[in-house]
T-cell receptor
Framework: EPEVTQTPSHQVTQMGQEVILRCVPI?????FYWYRQILGQKVEFLVSFYNNEISEKSEIFDDQFSVERPDGSNFTLKIRSTKLEDSAMYFC???????????FGPGTRLTVL | GESVGLHLPTLSVQEGDNSIINCAYS??????FIWYKQESGKGPQFIIDIRSNMDKRQGQRVTVLLNKTVKHLSLQIAATQPGDSAVYFCAENINTGNQFYFGTGTSLTVIP
């Protein structure tokens, strides 16, 4: 069964450093998403991406964040100048279309020291 | 922001019993709902979905009920098994938008 994959599973970085989180969505899906989950809290939407551009983003997704689909399979989330409060699980998801079931990857645990 | 909440943060059931997990939502414009299961250290796993033109949908051992009048959603798990132990989230979507709004989750523990 096809699934979303993410790398790395755990990323530790120093405050102020840049990180890139990587995702490989399900191959026939056209919509891609990033969510985050701070420990013990809700899963929160960050951004959606379709047709090589951002289609929707939340208030959390400020200028510190960017997304890219550098090739036909990868989807990345870049966080510039990480802050302590960026520590969270970051989940990538994909779907065949908008407004239908989204399938999540296993997540990347980001720890900012 | 949108509000999706769960009535109970924890639920313990005996193996073999049925489980019912509840969810309240506040936006009457929400028209699509998904139940996700999240095991420790893993991502949310799709269980079952329902659109607002339905009030019930069944899957394998799971049933989702939607009451739009009171904006309430429930997940019923039949013959609960130890492998069902996880946190369960309801998530809502509005007008085929891109984002899902997640509730805080209910932790289900199955007692052998």
């Amino acid at each position: 069964e096809p699934e979303v994959t993410q790398t790395p599973s755990h990323q530790v970085t120093q405050m102020g450093q840049e990180v890139i989180l990587r995702c490989v969505p399900i191959s026939n899906h056209l919509y891609f998403y990033w969510y985050r989950q701070i420990l013990g809290q809700k899963v929160e939407f960050l951004v959606s991406f379709y047709n090589n551009e951002i289609s929707e983003k939340s208030e959390i997704f400020d200028d510190q964040f960017s997304v890219e689909r550098p090739d036909g399979s990868n989807f990345t989330l870049k966080i510039r100048s990480t802050k302590l409060e960026d520590s969270a699980m970051y989940f990538c998801a994909s779907s065949e279309a908008g407004g239908v079931a989204q399938y999540f990857g296993p997540g990347t645990r980001l720890t900012v020291l | 922001g949108e509000s999706v909440g769960l009535h109970l943060p924890t639920l313990s059931v005996q193996e073999g019993d049925n489980s019912i997990i509840n969810c309240a939502y506040s936006n009457s414009a929400s028209d699509y709902f998904i139940w996700y299961k999240q095991e420790s250290g893993k991502g949310p796993q799709f269980i079952i979905d329902i659109r607002s033109n339905m009030d019930k949908r069944q899957g394998q051992r799971v049933t989702v009920l939607l009451n739009k009048t009171v904006k309430h959603l429930s997940l019923q798990i039949a013959a609960t098994q130890p492998g069902d132990s996880a946190v369960y989230f309801c998530a809502e979507n509005i007008n085929t938008g891109n984002q899902f709004y997640f509730g805080t989750g209910t932790s289900l523990t199955v007692i052998p």
